[in-house]
């Protein structure tokens, strides 16, 4: 999906870079216009990734993925495979405690 973005914005700067260059006076070979086919070909992968991001984000797939590897009480980042900080450990482990000697 990166890639992409990557792709697009590599023939960006290489249509800008072709363009200062003829600007400069000197001529580009192959066609005299390459700074605007470049810049034509690099709207098509940026735009495919804003759309395709935008998507996720709406549906909340995004979302989803941002919110792996977080505490689920106070968002903290947590080791792979904790679902809890450390804090909220030890918050839950006395909770758990607590009512196992009440029960």
Known sequence: MYSLLKTGVILFVLGFVAWYYEDAGHSLPLTPHLDTILFALSIA???????????????????KTRQKNR??????????????????KMEVDKEYRKKQAEG
């Open 71 to 88: 505490c689920i009480r106070c968002g903290k980042k947590v080791s792979k495979g904790e679902i809890y900080c450390d804090f909220h």
């Open 45 to 63: 992968p940026i735009t495919i990734f804003a759309t395709v991001y935008l998507v996720g984000l709406i549906s909340g797939t995004a979302a």
